[in-house]
């Protein structure tokens, strides 16, 4: 998914609501250069809606998406800005 | 959405701005409670970006805003909605993003109409908002922009005035005739119904705790509370937050560390918080309601485990508190 040489960065929203997930996602992904794999982990159920429906609109691919009982974890590709 | 489409309509690029103030009724208590059958509530804001093909850019005012909440220079409305300062804020911060985020864009607009809100949408407060917010004539309501002087967009000719509309007053036929046109068949919440402010409960809630603290003041956790759980206040210097369901308890385990906290040991129950400084005595009051909603309610007595901030728990034996012995005032917000 990355290239080697390139950690994968993480946001770590777990215990917030809509739409802090989302906004955090966005926040981090401005200081991240295209390419760059981000994983959110998250425990909001309406991240699984809303962080997939902002990176449609902004061009950001989500690659995964997991759910295990109250742990959800999204991986994205951030795009060029 | 309506206002968005009509200038898009003019081959104009837009882009949205939807603010996170902590007062949002946006699925928060939905994502909170345990609906297992339910799919989770749709985010408006960003269903609507999706609709119209925009960028939408939220934005977290929560630290900001308490001044809008609690200083509003143009008063309230019906409850603690202080709609029309809020406005004035959120255009404001609109025209800072071209600023902070170098987001280059030329004018800003929204989707309000002349008469449509009883507070903040009337003739008289549209100049306010144009003026106090600082965007003055760079602030374009399409929707109803006939009955306004044209703003700058329209006098320099990027916008075609000729095309905006005129609607006015508390119907929203033309709107709802409009989105037809535009095929749209679903429409995200009207404004209000939005923001817990406009809530009469709510709202007593929040003055509620501020007279318990003596303080119009208020963090980011307690208006999230507010939103979460029954809250009893059987002392003026302690109120309970008690969970209803499985996940309001799941949400407030995750302040155990910040609250004395109660939970019913030998029946299934409720996970409550202690908000304020109880005595001893006052504890096991806490302890003799908390029992009330649990499952042992009917039993002479029970256990229930009193847990502080920092870990140190220890069990009490109480009498589960008579139904006749809740005092109906003692229910915070009703």
């Known amino acids: 998914m990355s290239a080697p040489n390139q950690p994968i960065k993480i946001v770590d929203a777990r215990g917030l609501l809509c739409p802090l997930p989302v906004i955090r996602t966005q926040e981090r992904i401005k200081q991240l250069t295209p390419g760059t794999i981000l994983k959110v982990l998250t425990t909001d159920p309406g991240s699984l809606e809303d962080i997939p429906a902002w990176c449609r609109v902004h061009g950001h691919t989500v690659l995964e998406t997991s759910h295990e009982h109250h742990d959800i974890q999204l991986v994205i590709r951030v795009s060029r800005k | 959405m309506l206002a968005a489409r009509v200038v898009q309509e003019q081959g104009i690029h837009v882009e949205g701005v939807n603010f996170f103030t902590g007062f949002c009724v946006e699925g928060h208590t ?92 009337r003739r008289e407060t549209m100049p306010i908002i144009a003026k106090e917010s600082g965007a003055n004539d760079r602030l374009l309501r399409p929707l109803c922009a006939l009955n306004l002087p044209p703003t700058l967009p ?110 019913v040991t030998d029946y299934p129950g409720p996970l409550a918080l202690i908000d304020g400084s109880p005595t001893t005595t006052d504890i096991e009051l806490a302890a003799r309601i908390v029992a009330r909603y649990s499952q042992g309610r009917a039993a002479d007595k029970l256990l229930v485990t009193v847990a502080s901030a920092t870990g140190l728990t220890r069990d009490i034996e109480v009498t589960p508190m008579a139904p006749n012995e809740l005092e109906p005032s003692w229910h915070v917000g009703s």
Not at chain 2, 243 to 249: C, M, P, S, V
Request: contains cysteine.
């Open chain 2, 154 to 263: 329209e006098r320099e000719g990027w916008v075609n005035r000729d095309q905006l509309f005129g609607f006015h007053g508390r119907s929203r036929k033309p709107q709802m005739e409009l989105a037809e046109k535009f095929g749209f068949s679903d429409y995200a919440q009207p404004a209000g119904g939005c923001c817990f402010l406009t809530d009469e409960t709510y709202s007593n809630k929040l003055r509620d705790l501020w007279e318990a603290r003596d303080s119009r003041d208020y963090q980011l956790d307690d208006i999230m509370l507010l939103k979460i759980g029954r809250h009893i206040r059987p002392r003026p210097h302690f109120k309970l937050i008690i969970g209803r369901e499985e996940g309001e308890n799941r949400f407030l385990a995750g302040y155990r560390n910040q609250f004395t906290h109660l939970v």
């Open chain 2, 30 to 121: 939905h994502s909170i409670r345990d609906r297992k059958h339910e799919k989770p509530k749709r985010n408006n804001a960003l269903w609507v970006a999706e609709q119209l093909g925009i960028k939408l850019h939220i934005i977290d005012i929560s630290e900001d805003y308490k001044d809008v909440v609690l200083h509003p220079r143009h008063g309230y409305g019906q409850n603690l909605n202080p709609c029309l300062d809020c406005k004035i804020f959120m255009v404001g911060k609109t025209l800072e993003l071209g600023l902070i985020d170098d987001l280059d864009f030329d004018f800003v607009l929204t989707g309000e109409v002349i008469g449509q809100r009883p507070k903040s949408q």
